[in-house]
Antibody, heavy 120, light 107 residues
Framework: QITLKESGPTLVKPTETLTLTCTFS??????????VGWIRQPPGKALEWLAL???????RYSPSLKNRLTITKDTSKNQVALTMTNMDPADTATYFC????????????WGQGTLVTVSS | DIQMTQSPSTLSASVGDRVTITCRAS??????LAWYQQKPGEAPKLLMY???YLESGVPSRFTGSGSGTEFTLTISSLQPDDFATYYC?????????FGQGTKVEVK
């Protein structure tokens, strides 16, 4: 059974750096085609794809946020972390981690999401 | 980036209605398109992949079609559990991108 769960702060101040962790089970991120990604959703708005990391450490980022994002993995802990710098109130959103099915690009497995509010 | 445009943004329908949602891409996706259903406070749920392949456990009243730049999701007979927001997602090219969503609401 594949599960994913996000963790991290629920409130951050403007200009601070956000670090979220996705802890997963049921698969290994040590295989090249296997990945874990991050998607966010501002309140009442659409889903926005942020970043993806594969087992071979290949990383993909949203071009519009690339300068602010870093995605890393800890295979031994079954965790993927997302760091976003210079947080702004516009970054207030529910952040989801998700796992593409096999080596494909559609997300068959999702975490429950974690709401991050950016406010002073 | 590949832009994904869904229509309509909101759809009012009744139980038993046939519902169709359209997703248009700014570039050729071949068939690398997925559909998701999302209810308030929940994570998205995968419905379809590769344009027309039904995810395991998803009712057969959901069908997907299309290729290239135009795709549709059809619900043959809308059920009470189907009132939700639906998103398309392309995975033909990075960055993978989502449509803006279609909310199916009670008429």
């Amino acid at each position: 059974q594949i599960t994913l769960k996000e963790s991290g702060p629920t409130l951050v101040k403007p200009t601070e750096t956000l670090t979220l962790t996705c802890t997963f089970s049921g698969f290994s991120l040590s295989t090249g085609g296997v990945g874990v990604g991050w998607i966010r959703q501002p309140p009442g708005k659409a889903l926005e794809w942020l970043a993806l990391i594969y087992g071979n450490d290949d990383k993909r980022y949203s071009p519009s946020l690339k300068n602010r994002l870093t995605i890393t993995k800890d295979t031994s802990k079954n965790q993927v972390a997302l760091t976003m710098t210079n947080m702004d109130p516009a970054d207030t959103a529910t952040y989801f981690c998700a796992h593409p099915a096999g080596t494909t690009g559609y997300y068959a497995y999702w975490g429950q999401g974690t709401l991050v509010t950016v406010s002073s | 980036d590949i832009q994904m445009t869904q229509s309509p943004s909101t759809l009012s329908a009744s139980v038993g209605d046939r519902v169709t949602i359209t997703c248009r891409a700014s570039q050729n996706l071949i068939r690398w398109l997925a559909w998701y259903q999302q209810k308030p406070g929940e994570a998205p749920k995968l419905l379809m992949y590769k344009a027309s392949y039904l995810e395991s456990g998803v009712p057969s009243r959901f069908t997907g079609s299309g290729s290239g730049t135009e795709f549709t999701l059809t619900i043959s007979s809308l059920q009470p559990d189907d009132f939700a927001t639906y998103y398309c997602q392309q995975y033909a090219n990075y960055p993978w991108t989502f449509g803006q969503g279609t909310k199916v609401e009670v008429k």
